[in-house]
Each structure stands twice: as C-alpha cells, then as structure tokens.
C-alpha cells in the first residue's frame, strides 16, 4: 500500500497556545522573547504582530520602536515540544502514528486511515477545521513522502492533497529551503541563482555532490521517495487503571481484601516495569444496585511495594459498605511519579531499607489521622521565636541553614506566652520575683536581657527582652518584658522551660 | 546435688534468655553498646542501657516535663548516631525544636506526629515500634495500663526500636510492663565557681524502677562536653555490689 503522510505547520505555535488560556491576547501584537547574547530577540511572533512588521530575530527594542504597546512573553526552553506533544497526543484520534516534527509542526502517517472520513480531503479538512477550532493557524499537506508532506505544508501555493507519485511536479516550483536543508547550502544555492528546486533536481548526482555534499542529495531523495525516512510516533499515555469484574457480586470483607490483592498486583507489575511509583489511588467499588462507593489513599514517596499498598487499601477496608455486593473494582492511580531507582537485593544498604519502612509507617499514620499530623521542623533565619522554625510535612527537605545553637533557647516552649506578675524594682535588671499561676518564684540566677526586635516588615508591635532566670527550687524560666521599662505598668510573659 | 547443679544451670540459662528478651545484653556484646551514660549504666542488668525496651518517664509539672525532654533527647542523641530517624508522638507538641540542639541531636530528624486521642496515640506508638528503620519512639500520653504497655513491650522486643513513654499528670502510679521507670526534676544550674547568671542545667534523676536492677537516683549535669555527676552525695552507693551479684549469682 503506498504511504501517505500528512505534515501539519503551526506556523504560530507558542503564540497561539498563549492566547488559547488568554483569549485576549489573540487580537493585540504578542512577541515571545529569548535572552541572547546579553539582548532580548524576538523568538516568536503572533499574525497581528507580523502584519505590523515584526520580524524574527529582532531586538525587542526594535520591535517596542514598531509598536509600543507590544505584548511581552518570555520563553521558556523546550515548550514547543511540550506544546506540541500534547497536540500530537490529541491527533491520535485521527491516526495511530503521529510524531512530532522539528519545533513548528507534526507528522501523520495517514496510511489506511482516511478511508474512515470517506477520503483524504475531508480528512484534512476534519483536522485542520478542529485545530483552528482550538485557536491555532494551521496548513497542512498530504502526499506520499515525509519530505514532500513537510516542504508542501510550508511553501505549497497550489494544492494541500498531492495525488499519489505526482510529489516531483508539486516540489519544483518550491525553493530550496523547501527541503529541509541546512540554512548555508540554501545560501549559496541562492548565489547560484538557484532559486527554485526545479533548477537544480535534475543535475547529475555527482555534480550535485561535489558542491554541496551529500546532505542535498540525501534530502531530495527523501522528498521524491527514493531514500526512507523514519518517524518517531508519539505513544498514547495508557491509563494507571485496573479492573476486575466479579462474576459473583462481593459482600465480604475478605472477598474485597482478595480483589485488593489481585488489583494491587497487576498494577504494581506495570508501575515496576515503568519505574513509576504510586502516590495517589482510588478504588471504586460499582455496586449491584448502583451505586460507586470510592476510597482513597495516599502515600508520601511513590511506591510500587504491594504489600504495603495492600495494607493502606485494607485499612480502609471497613470503609466499605458492600450492600448487596460489589460487581465491579476499578483501581485508579490518579498520582503517579518516577522512583528514585535504588539498587536492589544485594546491594542495598540498611538506611534505604529504614527509609522505606519509615515513610510506609508515616504513610499509615497519615492514613489514619491526616496528612497534616506528621510534621518535622526545620530552622528558618528569623530571631523571633515563633517563626524560628517552620514546619513541614514531607521527610525530604533537608535544613536550608545549619541550626543554631548559640543563644539560650528553651526546651519547651509556650505556644502563646502567659502572663506572669513581677517585682522588678530595677530597669533593666531581670525581675526578683514572679508570679505565675498563683504561685510565687523567687529568682535566684538569672541571665540577660536579650532584646529581641520585632520583624516590623512582618508584624507591628514592641520588642521583647527576654531573661534567662532560675528560681529557689532549681527550676529554669524564660521569661520577657513587652516593650521598654516603665516601671509598674510592665507587662511580663512567661514564654517556656528551660530543660 | 547434681541435679541442683543442673536446675541451677537451667534457671541462669532462663534468666539470660529472659534479660535477652528484655532488652538487656550480656557484658561480653555489651561493651561496643555502652552508650556513655557513665555511672547511670551501672544500674541495669550487665551495666548497659536497655536499648530495645521500653522505658517510662514520669513528670508532673511543666518545669519537670522540660527537664525531661532535655534528658530525653540526649538519651535520643546517643540513640541516633546510628543516623536512623526517631519519632516524637504528642497531643500538644511543646518540645521547640531549636533548643534541643544543645543536646547533641539534629531537631530535624525528629519526626513530631500530632494525635489528639490516647487510642490514636497508643496505636501509632505500636506501629512505630514495630518498624526497625527507627532509632527510638517518644510518646507523650496520661494513661498507659498494664496490657497496653506489655502490647508496646512486645512489639519493642520484636524490632529492638527504643521506646520511650512521657506520663503527663499521673493520677495512679500503676504496675507497667516497662523496663525502667525514670523522674527527672530540675535542680539548681551548675555553675563555675564565682561566675554570675544561668549555668548547665543540672537535674536530679530518679531511676524509681529497673527490672532486675537497683532504683537510684542521682544529680546529674549537662554540659557541653558531656555529663557531669554530682559524687559527693552518693560516693559508696553506686550499684555495683548489685551488679557483680547479678554476675555472680547466675
């Protein structure tokens, strides 16, 4: 059967992608900058952009000099690919192989396909009419070889379908960049006044050759079909979902326990293989009388263990309400994420091991009472101290600064400091006497002050100068007076304990 | 008498089998264990901390608490050089994590889970206990009766993690099935002679229960370079008549 390929040119990728979440920047010229050479270029241009005289390459100056109210857009690197991954992702609908193709386009081997849209020209028209639709600029080509498809879609002027074995008389009036050629041969093909393909495709291979290398001849083979080319079709992310219909509808827990088991195990094969791991799933359970009755769990690493899997799933397994049975169990693994690779059996140290136990355990815990229970604490550069550490709830971030051990801290601190009533008969000096719930302390040592200012870009309020102090029974304090020394009207806060 | 020989052989071969399932290693495997807790070693059974045990802590007031999360985490220090995580369970998380850095021990690889319910408290301890990847479990709770310690007895004997368990207001000293039990009070800071303020913090430990060890109590210090104790008041009463007769007898 001969081959047909269809490549479609989004002529204005990036832009068009922008303006499909903002519509407004459909209308209004948009320029998609790159840092270069210490300048900012235009990369990519929009249509309205275009027709105003923006070119590609240009200094973004020179483009704000053209129109001042131009639209910036940084770029980022590889988001073309991105873009039209996915693109090529959605094509699938319309034949199995689909690759991405340069920056700018797409190839579809249509071989077999277009009979379903009863012929080629509906078929392009389907494609084309459905990514406009989507607020991309579009143009398409199909014939028989890659080459062709590529230099028709971009520099066509007459037909969008070429009829089979006729590429040769479409490609002559074509210029010579039409054929993916490096930009100096185009050059010099140019200088020779070569300025379409007819006038140089039928020179001798030789001559051909010996001037511009075998590159040409390898390009103008593939565009007439005499040399293969190869595409890299793009693979349709298959879904992390397992099923197991039940002949018998299901009312045991132990009958459940055994389709968990059996779910867990085919997905997990699959996960191992992919070196994926599991952070989110869903089990749903489709009842006899219609209902779906879902449970969820989550783990803080991916992880592709059953077991442990297992026993999250069976801890919610009391969940579960089976009414008059369950017909149906669908696994979904809504999260899923790479896992680090460790090395296995032999070569595994203990700690990865522990590690592993450790976040499965953490992984029950949360289960049970929520994710938001489990908290580590990490230093953080601030003196006031409440916000001296900040919490967080994975097992992984590692301490940004070295803890600091450097200023008197108390083991246990108040999460709100009390109030306490003092005797401080001198400024400044710690208080000889306090009072804190009704019983009297008797300061025998104490250290300080240690006057701790007030982040004024976070909160507004009085300093605070905390004592280090030990009353007559041996017991260590730490105390602070809000604000400056005014005598009677203090007020004193007891704030923690002192190991 | 062969046979008192005999039965005699049997029962210290019980009892070094029992002290094993304990927590408790013979002198021979004992040395590389020894955690340098210095004299406070000597009380237990072969002169080595029980490490794979549970121990019990009692505190009454706030002051009493911080002190004994001041001495936990040292405990917890010399636990963790094995570089395996620990895990702090408490209702009211009030240990401020900067301050323990004092104590020989990086506050973030203490993993501080908050449960409100005892039931939720307890079941995460067992779960914890059960899994060897730590170094040592705390748990701050009120009440722990007898079955549920010896339930935290066994899951501790069967993964040798360390567990410790903080009683807050004890209304009832009750029988439990751990180890040691342990008070910790603040005494006045040790100070150099002559020099004003704070010094290290100094406490007086109270070792109220051992299994097959000698209660003692004793004032210990902190300091940067490690433990300092108090000898003057307890020179001569240092159980090591009670170890060597533990030697010997078996």
């Known amino acids: 059967m001969q081959k047909r390929y269809l490549s479609v040119w989004f002529k204005f990728l990036l832009p068009n992608h922008l303006a499909v979440s903002r519509p407004e920047l459909k209308e209004s010229p948009l320029v998609i900058t790159v840092q270069e050479r210490g300048r900012q270029l235009v990369k990519y241009c929009n249509a309205p952009a275009l027709l105003q005289g923006i070119r590609l390459g240009m200094t973004v100056a020179d483009a704000k000099a053209l129109i001042p109210a131009i639209i910036l857009e940084g770029y980022r690197e590889g988001s073309e690919q991105l873009v039209l991954k996915e693109l090529g992702e959605w094509c699938i609908r319309f034949s199995p192989i689909v690759a991405v193709d340069g920056t700018d386009g797409l190839l579809i081997d249509l071989t077999g396909c277009s009979h379903l849209w009863k012929g080629e020209i509906p078929y392009l028209r389907d494609l084309l009419d459905r990514l406009k639709a989507k607020g991309y600029q579009v143009r398409g080509a199909i014939t028989d070889t890659i080459g062709s498809a590529w230099a028709i879609a971009r520099f066509g002027k007459e037909k969008a379908i070429i009829p089979i074995r006729e590429q040769y008389r479409f490609l002559l009036s074509l210029p010579p960049a039409a054929l993916r050629l490096d930009i100096l041969i185009v050059q010099r093909l140019h200088k020779l006044g070569m300025h379409r393909i007819e006038n140089f495709i039928d020179l001798p291979c030789s001559v051909l050759r010996r001037r511009f290398g075998e590159a040409l001849l390898l390009r103008i083979a593939q565009a007439l079909g005499n040399a293969n080319e190869f595409i890299e079709p793009i693979s349709a992310p298959e879904p992390y979902t397992e099923r197991l219909p039940c002949l018998e509808p299901i009312r045991t827990a132990k009958g459940i326990e055994l389709a968990i088991s059996q779910l867990l195990e085919s997905l997990c094969i699959r996960l191992y293989g992919e070196g994926m791991g599991l952070r989110q799933a869903v089990l749903k359970c489709y009842r006899v009388d219609g209902q779906v009755v879902k449970v969820s769990i989550g783990t803080h690493k991916p992880s592709h263990h059953t077991g442990h899997l297992r026993k999250l799933l069976e801890m919610r397994i009391a969940r579960i309400e089976p009414a008059l049975g369950i017909e149906l169990f669908v696994l979904e693994a809504s999260g899923i994420e790479a896992v680090e690779v460790s090395q296995q059996a032999i070569w595994a140290n203990s700690s990865e091991k522990d590690e592993v136990m450790v976040t499965e355990l953490m992984d029950r815990i949360a289960l049970r009472v929520g994710k938001n229970a489990i908290q580590r604490y990490l230093p953080q550069e601030h003196y006031w101290p409440e916000r001296s550490v900040k919490a967080v709830s994975n097992l992984d971030e590692q301490a940004s600064i070295p803890w600091s051990a450097d200023r008197p801290r108390p083991t246990h601190l108040l999460a709100c400091p009390e109030p306490i009533r003092v005797t401080a008969p001198v400024p400044d000096y710690p208080p000889i006497l306090f009072i804190h719930k009704g019983q009297k302390h008797a300061i025998k040592k104490a250290d300080g002050p240690e006057r701790i200012e007030r982040e004024w870009w976070l909160d507004t309020g009085e300093h605070r100068d905390y004592y280090t102090v030990e009353d007559d029974a041996g017991r260590r304090y730490w105390l602070f007076r809000l604000g400056h020394y005014q005598g009677q009207q203090d007020q004193w806060f007891l704030h923690g304990f002192f190991a | ?250």
């Not at chain 2, 405990?75 to 395996?84: I, R, V």
């Not at chain 2, 704070?198 to 433990?227: C, I, R, Y």
């Open chain 2, 1 to 250: 008498m062969c046979v008192r020989e005999k039965q005699k052989k049997i029962i210290s071969q019980l009892r070094r089998d029992i002290f094993h399932l304990e927590g408790f290693r013979p002198e021979s495997e004992s040395k590389s264990l020894r955690l340098g807790l210095g004299v406070l070693e000597d009380a237990f059974p072969y002169g080595v901390f029980p490490t794979a045990a549970l121990h019990e802590f009692l505190c009454e007031q706030d002051e009493d608490a911080a002190a004994c999360s001041g001495f936990l985490s040292i405990l917890l220090g010399l636990l963790m050089q094995n570089q395996k995580p620990c895990i702090w369970i408490s209702s009211f998380p009030m240990v401020f994590p900067p301050a323990l850095k004092i104590f020989g021990i990086r506050p973030d690889r203490i993993i501080f889970v908050r449960l409100h319910r005892d039931r939720d408290i307890l079941w995460a301890m067992e779960e914890a206990l059960k899994c060897n990847g730590l170094a040592a479990v705390v748990a701050e709770l009120r009440e722990l009766s007898f079955s549920q310690s010896r339930r935290l007895q066994l899951a501790v004997e069967h993964s040798r993690v360390t567990g410790f368990v903080l009683r807050r207001d004890v209304k009832k000293i009750n029988t439990t099935a751990c180890v040691a039990r342990w008070r910790i009070s603040p005494q006045p800071s040790l100070l150099e002679d002559g020099l004003p303020g704070v010094g290290f913090p100094q406490w007086q430990v109270d070792l109220l229960k051992v299994k097959n060890g000698q209660p003692d109590s004793w004032n210990m210090a902190w300091t940067p370079e490690g433990f300092v104790f108090d000898r003057q008041e307890k020179t001569g009463e240092f159980p090591w008549k009670n170890r060597e007769s533990i030697q010997t007898g078996s």
